[in-house]
Nanobody, 126 residues
Framework: QVQLVESGGGLVQAGGSLRLSCAVSGRTISGYEMAWFRQTPGKERDFVALINWSSSITDYADSVKGRFTISRDNAENTVYLQMNSLKVEDSAEYYC???????????????????WGQGTEVTVYS
């Protein structure tokens, strides 16, 4: 059973930073693509960032490019999302996800991903 647990969300003033973590258990993530998504009530789950198995490929939504950084520590079975220069519009529930196919070509659509965490809430106030 693969489990993903996000942490690091919270309340932060606009312009501030947060670092989200996603700890995975039940399967090693080395070889798998990982991603972060976010969702606000009544809206679709939106792509935020992805990283391939070797960290050689990353991809970001235009809205976060230059402000967010995705990284991974395969030895710790953990993926991170460093969020800087936060804006009010970044407020959302943030989810990490794993594509449990070895060496898969990274893709954005949330339907591509096999396992999801329960989310961590980020609230940015002005």
């Amino acid at each position: 059973q693969v489990q993903l647990v996000e942490s690091g969300g919270g309340l932060v003033q606009a312009g501030g930073s947060l670092r989200l973590s996603c700890a995975v258990s039940g399967r090693t993530i080395s070889g798998y693509e990982m991603a972060w998504f976010r969702q606000t009530p009544g809206k679709e789950r939106d792509f935020v960032a992805l990283i391939n198995w070797s960290s050689s490929i990353t991809d970001y939504a235009d809205s976060v490019k230059g402000r967010f950084t995705i990284s991974r520590d395969n030895a710790e079975n953990t993926v991170y999302l460093q969020m800087n220069s936060l804006k009010v519009e970044d407020s959302a529930e943030y989810y990490c996800a794993v594509k449990a196919t070895y060496y898969y070509t990274p893709r954005r659509p949330h339907e591509e991903y096999d396992y999801w965490g329960q989310g961590t809430e980020v609230t940015v106030y002005s």
